[in-house]
């Protein structure tokens, strides 16, 4: 499992960012390797928050993946079988198996499909990111891009009702 946090919104002028940039709508996601993606909005990125979305969506026997953001910290205590870190603050973005290069190939497939749109509204934020969500997930750049869209929700849906 990779997890990571990014933030979405304006593009910066001037001043902090990253975490400290203000206005910016912070989307927490774990990818399952070779799998799914699942994304949520959540108000911060600070460890009690994080661990709620983690808690509820990881099996306990997972090897999770993560940067070394302080948020993170305390997943073994919770129970996690392995965590381990990859420090991008020094310049460490693979160790062996170890990285989040997918959940950040999301992230970066996510802001260029959302730039789009021209300033999403926030009411309508989250069903934009689902709906990017449900593209990678089901490989529809790549596999379906061609394809019509109601067919093949239709063929989903016969298949998995």
Not at 62 to 87: C, P
Not at 101 to 122: C, M, Q, T
Request: hydrophobic share 35%.
């Amino acid at each position: 499992m990779e997890l990571d946090e990014s933030y979405f919104g304006a593009k910066r002028v001037r001043g902090k960012r990253g975490r400290g940039a203000g206005g910016k709508t912070i989307v927490f996601g774990i990818l399952k390797r070779g799998d799914k993606v699942y994304t949520e909005i959540v108000p911060d990125a600070s460890k009690v928050t994080l661990q709620k979305v983690i808690r509820g969506h990881i099996p306990v026997d997972s090897v999770i993946n993560t940067e070394g953001w302080r948020g993170y910290q305390g997943l073994v205590d919770m129970g996690f079988a392995k965590h381990f870190r990859v420090h991008h603050s020094d310049n460490e973005f693979v160790r062996c198996t170890q990285h989040i290069n997918g959940i950040e190939s999301f992230w970066s497939y996510a802001k260029h499909r959302l730039v789009h749109f021209n300033d999403v509204p926030k009411h309508t934020f989250y069903l934009h990111l689902k709906e990017t969500e449900f593209h990678k997930r089901n490989n529809f750049r790549f596999n379906h891009k061609h394809d019509d869209l109601y067919k093949e929700l239709f063929r989903m849906l016969y298949e998995n009702p």
